[in-house]
């Protein structure tokens, strides 16, 4: 009967010193493939920020060699002319057939002016033209009113605007001006003198 007990005892000894190696080699294999699976998905993911700081990397420098007019976009048309040295400007929204237009693009369009300024919102043109602006102008007092005369090329002035400002109403010194007649440029500059007056 010993036998059988001792026989019995190997046995179990045997069969808990295979477990206790299950056990302790089990977790070894485990980390070992989580350790694996962790490298592989750094590799991944280092690969994918390489590929995004690429694209980015193309993105920027494709932007910015290629500025479009965007569809808030304002072009301002300056005109100089040669008779009387005077600029003139005109501030329009950007037609809807320009949005997406580049620098290029826009000069084939605009043959004969001049890009001053080019972004996505803000355009100049510009270009000399014979002549004068037609935006020289006399007020004087005609009745008792402040009349405006636009003044021609060749020196004649014909009537431009009557205005609903009685003479009477201004200082001395303008009475007497407006008696030889106020010269102005420009037609926010006479749209300031006439507020001044108001």
Not at 40 to 58: D, F, G, L, S
Not at 100 to 126: P, Q
Not at 189 to 194: A, G, H, S
């Amino acid at each position: 009967m010993n036998k059988v007990i001792i026989t019995i005892l190997a046995i179990l000894v045997v069969i808990g010193a295979m477990i206790t190696a299950v056990v302790i080699y089990m977790p070894d294999e485990k980390n070992e493939a989580k350790v694996e699976i962790q490298n592989v998905a750094v590799e991944n993911t280092t690969e994918k920020e390489e590929n995004v700081i690429e694209n980015t990397t193309n993105m920027v420098e494709t932007n910015s060699s290629e500025e479009r007019i965007s569809p808030n976009a304002f072009i301002t048309f300056k005109q100089t002319y040669n008779g009387c040295g005077h600029t003139t400007s005109e501030f329009v929204e950007v037609p809807q057939e320009f949005v997406n237009l580049s620098e290029d693009e826009l000069k084939e369009r605009y043959t004969d002016w001049t890009v001053e300024k080019f972004t996505d919102t803000d355009i100049v043109l510009s270009k000399e033209v014979d002549g004068s602006c037609n935006e020289h102008y006399v007020v004087k007092d005609v009745d008792g009113t402040v009349v405006v005369f636009n003044k021609l090329e060749d020196g004649t002035e014909e009537e431009y605007m009557v205005t609903d400002i009685a003479t009477e109403y201004l200082t001395d010194t303008d009475k007497i001006n407006m008696r030889k007649g106020i010269e102005v440029n420009g037609k926010q500059n006479l749209n300031q003198l006439i507020e001044d007056y108001e």
